[in-house]
């Protein structure tokens, strides 16, 4: 009987799918207006995306990008993002934390895969491959 407790999560979710409908009328009736799916709002106070982000952050998207066209030749923004990266100016409130999914945006994974961003001072020089060729070392 291991695949009991497989075959009662089956059944629960075959029920619930089918009178899903029934079921949350039920609590609409029981609990009211205290119960709501989907109706979350923030308010943040922020300003857009391009304004929020500092001027760090930036710099680190549009050095990223730059290296990504002219070293590997492919693009990750759009020409339209990345010129509102370079135009707008930065708010006065600022987001916390990771600006993008970019996994490599996220300092804790930058360490773990010992990646030097494009936006450091002199990057070949802490490059160090095995090969004899300098050219690639910013790729």
């Given at each position: 009987?291991?695949?009991?407790?497989?075959?009662?999560?089956?059944?629960l979710v075959l029920f619930g799918t089918i009178?899903?409908?029934?079921?949350?009328?039920?609590?609409?009736?029981?609990?009211?207006?205290?119960?709501?799916?989907?109706?979350l709002e923030l308010d943040e106070d922020l300003e857009s995306y391009f304004r929020v982000i500092d001027i760090h952050d930036k710099n680190w998207?549009?050095?990223?990008?730059?290296?990504?066209?002219?070293?590997?030749?492919?693009?990750i923004l759009n020409d339209y993002t990345l010129s509102k990266f370079k135009g707008t100016e930065t708010?006065?409130?600022?987001?916390?934390g990771v600006h993008s999914y970019d996994i490599l945006a996220n300092p804790l994974y930058l360490d773990d895969f010992q990646y030097f961003s494009s936006d450091l001072a002199d990057r070949s020089k802490y490059i160090i491959d095995d090969d004899s060729d300098?050219?690639?070392?910013?790729a």
């Open positions: 009987m291991p695949a009991t407790p497989l075959l009662l999560t089956f059944w009178f899903r409908d029934l079921i949350m009328a039920l609590l609409i009736k029981w609990f009211g207006s205290r119960i709501s799916i989907g109706d998207s549009v050095k990223e990008e730059e290296n990504c066209r002219n070293v590997l030749n492919m693009r708010g006065t409130k600022t987001m916390k300098e050219e690639n070392d910013n």
